[in-house]
């Protein structure tokens, strides 16, 4: 009977996931592929799992460290990576909220329980825009929605 593992504790194939999260621009799905053996489903689930595990997070953090990095400049890469990635395709609102939601995730922005909706209208081809005016609008955003949800708290 296989012993279930700590939550806490950092193994190998964590360590080994973390690497690989970083290589991938913060791709669970792809890193999990790439460390565990199984189908694309359980590579999500895992992935996902990984990706909010704190013992992990700041495994990725120390390596980005390492690189000489901080989490902003990795994120600013990410998106460079995506806009680039993107030139010649046209970018959707779904696409521009998937960026804002996995920012928020790795920058731990998201409050622990806020049960509102808020609609954003995103209005901009991100393809034709560069990394540093996508970085400004998406901290003014941040900042919209932290104040926001300071009222919504309150």
Same mark, same amino acid.
């Given at each position: 009977?296989?012993?279930?593992?700590?939550?806490?504790?950092?193994?190998?194939?964590?360590?080994?996931?973390?690497?690989?999260?970083?290589?991938?621009?913060?791709?669970?799905?792809?890193?999990?592929?790439?460390?565990?053996?199984?189908?694309?489903?359980?590579?999500? +689930?895992?992935?996902?799992?990984?990706?909010?595990?704190?013992?992990?997070?700041?495994?990725?953090? %120390?390596?980005?460290?390492?690189?000489?990095?901080?989490?902003?400049?990795?994120?600013?890469?990410?998106?460079?990576?995506?806009?680039?990635?993107?030139?010649?395709?046209? *970018?959707?609102?779904?696409? *521009?909220?998937?960026?804002?939601?996995?920012?928020? %995730?790795? %920058?731990?922005?998201?409050?622990?329980?806020?049960?509102?909706?808020?609609?954003?209208?995103?209005?901009?081809?991100?393809?034709?825009?560069? +990394?540093?005016?996508?970085?400004?609008?998406?901290?003014?955003?941040?900042?919209?929605?932290?104040?926001?949800?300071?009222?919504?708290?309150?």
């Amino acid at each position: 009977m296989l012993k279930p593992q700590s939550h806490n504790k950092l193994t190998y194939k964590r360590k080994q996931f973390a690497k690989k999260y970083i290589e991938h621009h913060g791709n669970a799905t792809q890193a999990a592929l790439e460390v565990y053996d199984g189908s694309y489903d359980s590579a999500q +689930v895992l992935g996902s799992r990984n990706a909010n595990n704190p013992v992990i997070m700041e495994e990725i953090d %120390k390596l980005l460290k390492k690189k000489g990095l901080n989490n902003d400049e990795w994120i600013a890469g990410n998106l460079k990576h995506a806009v680039e990635s993107g030139i010649g395709q046209k *970018a959707t609102n779904a696409d *521009a909220i998937k960026v804002l939601d996995m920012l928020l %995730k790795v %920058k731990s922005s998201y409050p622990n329980k806020v049960n509102k909706n808020i609609n954003l209208n995103i209005n901009q081809n991100l393809g034709q825009t560069n +990394v540093d005016v996508v970085t400004k609008d998406l901290k003014e955003l941040n900042n919209t929605t932290q104040s926001i949800l300071g009222d919504l708290q309150s």
